[in-house]
């Protein structure tokens, strides 16, 4: 039988050519094959069964090659073989730890180098390898160790790989997100952050602030751990299989594959923060922003400054709305009838909102347009110990969060922590390295459409609340410890602040 859907596919790719050739493969003499992405050779007379063939792939094995007269220098970048030490004759299978080497392929004529090297290039091509890198370090991040990253890590495989590229530090805060702004994306095949989680935040802002923003938002963003959580690269990392590491992150970005990211509108009132990562209240958002003060201990500052918070154990009232994703309606209250809020006299229905927002000058982007009428909402009411609502697996290196998070599938995964004693909180948090904590009785974890926090006070506390922090920024705080050279924040803490989902909306480098 015929297939239904060729019609719609089209006519078929052309095949590569398949190249064989007679060449010196490191020294000893061979026959090289290049078929597909597929860069094989065999020493010469050897048998073709006997088991003597290697092989490298050239989506997942090679950074990059260069023709030299007669020489072509394959730069790789593959496992090698738990069974023998690691060597680019060993590249192609097995698994392990990637290893950098060179596979250096003699060839008969100069012609004949420069036509193996042309079609190498044709197949890179055809994997949407980025050529043109636009790469922002954050110097201050983390331990400072942006720069070291930059020129340890990341230009190293960036050379080999052969991608011409543009670097800027940032220089202050909400730097990242100007330079999206404003760019000149035509230039550019993608925008790699050398930082922590809040750069990548940043430039996502900056994009979708701009009056093209439907096409700005499509062009890939990367990113390269030189922070505290990293959480993002952990995340897609280990969606892959890839163990965590810098020279990982970078190769993946070499690669070229991409994923689509959802989008998370924060609004209050007229106010709007877009979030890829996460949002959190109550202990984890503490931890994550009073910590800062021990920031000169490294990732460690998080493990120490939790202990003192769950010995100082803070318990938040207030309530939390939401729009159950399919399958999670057992959770929470029914809610009669939920409607738009005024903040600051300011309508915030998401009747109201288009895909953007327009003047005499700009069209920026402004969420994603959701007709509250259909919306049948459920809420928890406190006190709650934290709030965590997530579009991605991981908070940090060490911290799965979301054991259930997609990248990209219109949803937010919630794992709220109610009311519990001091003893089961630290048993919480330590059970967030491999996200088993959300068995707990004490955690009630589902995903959502659309989110609504209505933050209340400390309990105890008839004048103090807490922090919300999205992706390290923090949008409101409630308490008493702002220092005066703390930036405005951009919303007030009381006020219902609302999420909502842009399914897909950005793309981002991915292993895969």
């Not at 995903?447 to 999205?470: F, H, M, N, Q, Y």
Request: proline letters at 5%; one cysteine or more; charged letters at 25%.
């Amino acid at each position: 039988m015929a297939d239904p859907q060729a019609g719609a596919r089209g006519p078929p790719e052309p095949q590569a050519e398949t190249l064989v050739e007679p060449a010196r493969v490191n020294g000893s003499t061979a026959e090289a094959t290049l078929s597909g992405t597929e860069l094989a050779w065999r020493p010469t007379g050897a048998i073709r069964d006997s088991g003597e063939r290697r092989k490298l792939e050239l989506e997942s094995d090679v950074l990059g090659f260069q023709v030299e007269g007669r020489a072509l220098k394959v730069a790789t970048f593959a496992r090698g073989d738990d069974a023998r030490p690691p060597s680019p004759l060993g590249c192609g299978g097995g698994g392990g730890e990637r290893k950098r080497g060179e596979l250096v392929v003699e060839m008969e004529s100069e012609e004949a180098a420069q036509r193996w090297g042309e079609a190498i290039g044709d197949r890179f091509a055809a994997l949407g390898r980025p050529k043109r890198l636009l790469i922002i370090v954050n110097p201050y991040g983390g331990n400072k160790g942006g720069r070291k990253v930059f020129q340890t890590e990341v230009l190293p495989l960036i050379e080999a790989a052969g991608i011409h590229y543009i670097m800027q530090e940032t220089t202050h805060r909400l730097h990242a997100q100007e330079i999206a702004h404003s760019l000149d994306l035509q230039k550019y095949d993608g925008i790699i952050c050398v930082s922590g989680d809040g750069i990548l935040v940043e430039v996502v802002n900056g994009l979708l602030q701009r009056d093209d923003w439907s096409t700005a938002i499509k062009v890939p963003v990367g990113i390269v751990p030189a922070g505290t959580g990293n959480g993002m690269v952990q995340a897609l990392l280990h969606s892959a299989g890839e163990p965590f590491s810098m020279s990982n992150a970078v190769f993946a970005i070499i690669r070229g594959h991409k994923r689509a990211l959802d989008v998370t509108s924060v609004v209050q009132g007229k106010t709007r923060f877009f979030s890829v990562m996460m949002l959190t209240w109550g202990l984890v958002a503490d931890i994550d922003i009073e910590s800062e003060k021990f920031r000169w201990m490294g990732s460690a500052r998080i493990d120490f400054y939790s202990l003192l918070r769950v010995v100082n154990l803070r318990r938040y009232n207030g309530r939390i709305l939401f729009v159950p994703a399919p399958g999670y309606e057992r959770f929470g209250d029914p809610v009669e009838q939920t409607t738009s809020y005024k903040s600051d006299g300011a309508s915030n229905t998401m009747e109201e909102g288009t895909s953007n927002v327009c003047n005499d000058v700009t069209c920026t982007y402004s969420g994603p347009s959701v007709d509250e009428a259909d919306l049948k909402w459920r809420s928890l009411n406190g006190p709650f110990v934290n709030a965590w609502i997530s579009n991605i697996a991981f908070a940090s290196e060490g911290v799965m969060i979301a054991p259930q998070a997609q990248f990209a599938d219109g949803y937010l995964d919630a794992a709220i922590i109610k009311d519990c004693p001091r003893s089961v909180a630290l048993g919480l948090l330590l059970r967030m390295k491999d996200g088993s904590y959300i068995e707990s009785p004490y955690v009630e974890y589902f995903k959502v459409k659309a989110l609504r926090i209505e933050p209340g006070l400390r309990v105890g506390s008839s004048t103090i609340g807490g922090i919300i922090d999205s992706d390290g920024e923090v949008l409101a705080r409630g308490d008493v410890t702002q220092t005066a050279d703390e930036p405005e924040h951009l919303m007030a803490y009381g006020p219902p602040i609302q999420l909502t989902v842009d399914q897909g909306l950005a793309d981002i480098f991915s292993p895969r």
